[in-house]
């Protein structure tokens, strides 16, 4: 039985990445209690003298593919509310709370919340970006869903996702109760998450977005995303996704522009 009003932050953890202690350190300076498990289909020495460290299980599976790991570690939780933290990124301290108390907010307004999701920055070095053309043109796709009564409809839903992925994966938490299981579709790498937001916006429920910048997001040269875009995968990817929403030409069109965005992941 999923534990209705917890929250879990599984920590995906691939090889030996040394921002993981650090992601952690911000998962234990939540303003409540929140529950904590690492998983990881690349079990090593580093990862579990890291969970040793700070007291945090570590759950290994022998699952391969980005689709696997991922559904593998929404798997890890007994919880209701569950959050992939990336190893890379850092949370907030007032990350959790507010998941939480806007996960009641709706739940009492009638809703049926399927994902939360915050604002976020960008973590370039050593420096917090909190402002540049990418993030504003995210933040304008994501205002219909500002509105209470426009978040739970298909159309806003869908609106915020049919010119390019404008939610953060690692800022989302899932209410596992109101969502699909197997979430995540093998085929994609980079667009694993839009995949998931565009399955789930053609059911009941709601997005529900938070505007304020609660988590780091880290862009780097050895993400996942960078090295897609850099073997054109990503291409390849977001053609497939846009064509869920527009026709083939309408498509390819978006998808240079979108492009032109995404290629700020690697410049800044």
Request: net charge neutral; hydrophobic share 35%.
């Amino acid at each position: 039985m999923q534990l209705q009003n917890e929250l879990t932050f599984v920590i995906l953890a691939y090889k030996e990445s040394p921002y993981l202690p650090r992601c952690i350190e911000s998962l234990r300076q939540q303003t409540v209690p929140v529950r904590l498990v690492i998983s990881t289909s690349t079990g090593n020495g580093f990862i579990d003298e890291t969970a040793k460290r700070f007291g945090i299980p570590v759950i290994t599976h022998e699952l391969h593919g980005i689709a696997n790991d991922w559904n593998a570690a929404l798997s890890c939780a007994v919880t209701n509310l569950v959050t992939l933290a990336h190893q890379d990124d850092i949370y907030e301290p007032s990350y959790a709370e507010s998941i939480l108390d806007a996960f009641e907010k709706a739940r009492q307004g009638g809703e049926r919340p399927q994902i939360l999701f915050t604002d976020y920055y960008e973590i370039r070095g050593t420096k917090k970006v909190y402002d540049n053309k990418n993030l504003k043109v995210k933040r304008k796709l994501l205002r219909p869903l500002l509105f209470v009564k426009k978040r739970g409809s298909t159309a806003a839903k869908r609106g915020c996702l049919c010119f390019g992925n404008a939610i953060c994966c690692p800022a989302v938490t899932y209410v596992m109760e109101n969502l699909p299981f197997p979430l995540f579709e093998e085929g994609f790498g980079s667009n694993i998450d839009w995949q998931a937001w565009e399955k789930i916006s053609r059911e009941q429920g709601s997005f529900i977005y938070i505007p304020q910048q609660l988590m780091g997001h880290r862009i780097h040269e050895e993400s996942t995303t960078t090295a897609l875009i850099e073997n054109n995968e990503r291409g390849r990817e977001d053609f497939a996704m846009l064509r869920r929403f527009w026709p083939s030409w309408i498509a390819s069109l978006i998808g240079k522009f979108y492009a032109r965005a995404e290629d700020s992941n690697q410049r800044g």
